[in-house]
């Protein structure tokens, strides 16, 4: 995975709960057999009015937000599709952290592992941070996975909760793969006391 | 004594494979399922570090989300689509993983085939990159979705580190009303729990009104988890789940020299969950009191009965859940306060993993039988597997949707999320069998409203939604 230490950039606010992973990446994107180039479709309907033409109100295509890797949202973000293309997505696209009060379960595993940190925050700091987004011409603020903390230079100040393991994944860019990989002998073990009855597809396949 | 444990924290003890100190557990996957559209990048990333897949026995692959729903016999005209297909047949004759291609005869929504072919079976981990997977905890297995990242996990490992979630128990009391089905009492749930309500926690379902039903109505519920935000939800296999299961292709048998059945089915009644043990969390819900629901929003836990009316934004409970109704009525072109009953529909699709197995279409065509579809409306029915089609037509279902004027499809996930041609176009208004009413997943600009197979086969019948309660049978 890609590490993560700190990261500096201009905040984008999105001040909406429950957006489904239908929203950041539509179905239509999701024949690409490859894991790059996805940016470009990213919340691709909002991103286009009922016209075609892009929607000059949504945030991602106001002029200011243009370069933003940091996105705050509200709660519930990432709900529904387990499709990591929508990581993908907000990867391609730039973002480094997403900042909401809380995370799908299957979201939030996907962007650790492409190396975009879920930052959980109570619900006012959130909305403190989305009024300064819309406020502050040019806001943007730190997110330092090290000391858990978010940061901005006007006395902005939050710490946020983050396990032990994933930071430290993060902090290292560890293939986890690798590490499961490490307890080959255990695995092998665990697979010998497997119960004899237990479905092995191919074998009763090939009966 | 040990301590009294839940159906999950069993089945989660039996699949540590280790616990090295500062790390998650490393969980032991009996069951992997694999289609299409979240596996390339896996299979790709393999190769890219040379590696393997440990354990291609544990793994069956199938063909679901993107295949067309039309004359198989035709070549696939979206070649990207094609293109997937064909990536995930080349990738299982690789590696040695089993394909049920789309012209074979078990080919099928993966959450369809699973169970129809007794690979999933009490006791199990299972994953698959999709969200759904939570549908075979309706077995007593513990089920869940996963990314293409872990699908690369698994199959290189067959184990995923996982993190302990949090539990959670919904009881649901007293028996479910004729005519409020699975669906229903999904739906319900939602609406009282929220779409984020079960996030974090697995969730066992319990009470009469779930032991009540039958493995597929088990599906239906287990499946709707993850939109109540789950990570899994499972029901204790009990003697329904057993009977379903005894001489399904891959279930365990007996044989002179093995019991493997009678030891399996030993094994899986110690599964259900310890009379004393604790729950993070336990909901109640009246089951008694659901009614047949219909959604009107932009997110499953935006539900309301048949009986009852668009909700009025300005009376949210929260200024964030307004500003979501105030949203999704826009998206949805409803005005506050309409008569549910008087919203009509154009499209009606019974399908998907969570309404497209036999007994679904069989309470449909009960509602159809002897009647014609509304002249305005463009109704489909798209079973959820092969062997769902086959029994279907043996038993002359397909006749009485044809007749009425449904379309009779192959089997995929279709209209579910629009991914082959069954799209609704911009501004059409359907009632679905699916389980998700997101924004555009039908299809830009289309509007969805999540219904029971009964509720779909009436609102074709009227033109809008009705009260399958006093359906005049014919
Ligand atoms: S039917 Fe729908 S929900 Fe089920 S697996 Fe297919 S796309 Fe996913």
């Known amino acids: 995975m890609k590490a993560f230490r700190t ?24 024949k690409r057999i490859e894991r790059t180039g996805f940016g470009e479709f990213l919340f691709y309907d909002w991103r286009r009015g009922a016209d075609d033409k892009p929607d000059r109100d949504f945030v991602l295509n106001q002029p200011r937000y243009k370069r933003a890797s940091v996105l705050v949202t509200g709660r519930n973000f990432g709900c529904g599709s387990s499709r990591e293309h929508a990581p993908w997505a907000l990867a391609d696209y730039g973002f480094c952290a997403i900042i909401a009060a809380s995370f799908a379960d299957i979201f939030a595993n996907n962007c650790i592992k492409n190396g975009i940190v879920p930052v959980v925050l109570p619900e006012a700091e959130v909305q403190e941070l989305i009024k300064r987004a819309k406020e502050l011409p040019g806001y943007s603020v730190t997110v330092d996975l090290e000391s858990r903390t978010v940061k901005d230079d006007g006395g902005f100040s939050a710490s946020f909760p983050f396990d032990d393991f994933h930071r430290y994944c993060l902090l290292e860019g560890l293939d986890d793969i690798a590490l499961s990989l490490q307890q080959e002998a255990a695995i092998t073990a665990y697979e010998s006391r497997r119960p004899q009855w237990r479905m092995t597809h191919q074998a009763s396949f090939q009966k | 004594m040990p301590h009294p444990r839940t159906l999950f924290e069993k089945l ?12 998650p557990a490393l969980l032991y996957i009996d069951l992997h399922l694999v289609h299409e559209v979240t596996s390339p ?86 994953v698959c ?84 039903l039958s493995m597929e109505g088990r599906m239906t519920l287990c499946n709707m988890s993850i939109e109540a935000g789950a990570r899994a939800g499972m029901i204790a296999p009990d003697d329904v789940t057993f009977a379903y299961l005894k001489g399904r292709r891959f279930a365990p048998h007996n044989t002179d020299d093995h ?101 679904d279409l069989q309470a449909a065509a009960r509602i159809v039988k002897g009647y014609k579809i509304n ?84 609102a074709a019948i009227a033109g809008h939604f009705i009260d399958i309660r006093d359906w005049d049978y014919r």
């Open chain 2, 259 to 359: 019991a493997a059945w009678d030891e399996a089915v030993a094994y899986w009644r110690t599964l259900a969950g310890d009379r004393e043990a604790k729950f993070d969390q336990v909901v109640e819900i009246d089951a008694g009191a659901l009614a047949p629901s219909v959604t009107w929003g932009t997110s499953p836990g935006q539900v309301v009965p048949v009986t009852g009316h668009v909700p009025d934004p300005a009376k949210a409970a929260t200024e964030a859940d307004r500003r979501a109704a105030e949203q999704a009525l826009k998206y949805m072109n409803l005005a506050p306060g309409t008569r549910v009953e008087d919203i009509s529909i154009s499209r009606v699709f019974i399908g998907s993993c969570t309404n497209a197995r036999i007994e």
């Open chain 1, 7 to 30: 990261h500096t950039g201009l905040v984008a606010p999105l001040d909406q709960s429950n957006i489904d992973t239908d929203q950041i990446i539509p179905k239509q994107f999701l």
């Open chain 2, 12 to 23: 989660w003890d039996d699949h540590v494979v280790c616990e090295p100190a500062g790390t």
């Open chain 2, 129 to 212: 990159g999709d969200s759904h997977t939570s549908t075979h905890g309706a077995f007593g297995a513990l089920a869940f979705g996963i990314g293409t990242s872990e699908v690369e996990h698994v199959l290189a490992t067959q184990c995923l580190q996982q993190m302990r979630p949090r539990t959670m128990q919904i009881r649901a009391r007293g028996s479910l009303p004729a005519g409020v089905g699975a669906k229903d009492l999904a739906l319900g749930i939602i609406g009282q729990i929220g779409t984020d309500g079960a996030t974090g926690h697995v969730i066992e379902y319990a009470g009469e009104a779930v032991q009540t």
């Open chain 2, 375 to 458: 002249q305005t409306v463009h109704a489909m029915v798209v079973p959820g597997s092969q062997a769902v089609k086959r029994q279907a037509e043996a038993e002359g279902l397909d006749r009485i949707f044809r007749d009425a004027g449904f379309e009779w499809r192959e089997a995929g996930c279709s209209m579910c999320l629009g991914m082959n041609p069954d799209i609704l176009q911009p501004g059409e208004r359907c009632a679905s069998t699916s389980n998700r009413n997101f924004e555009g997943r039908q299809g830009r600009g289309g509007r969805t409203h999540l219904v029971s197979p009964m509720m779909a086969a009436a």
């Open chain 2, 41 to 126: 990048q896996a299979f790709d990333g393999l190769r890219a570090a040379g590696r393997g897949v440990r354990r291609p026995d544990l793994t069956v692959a199938t063909a679901d989300h993107n295949v067309p729903t039309t004359d198989r016999s035709l070549p696939i005209s979206d070649a990207i689509a094609a293109k997937q297909i064909e990536a995930l047949r080349r990738n299982c004759r690789e590696f040695g993983i089993k394909f049920y291609d789309i012209h074979s005869a078990e080919q099928g929504i993966v959450h369809v085939i699973g169970p129809e072919l007794g690979l999933t079976q009490p006791g199990m981990t299972i």
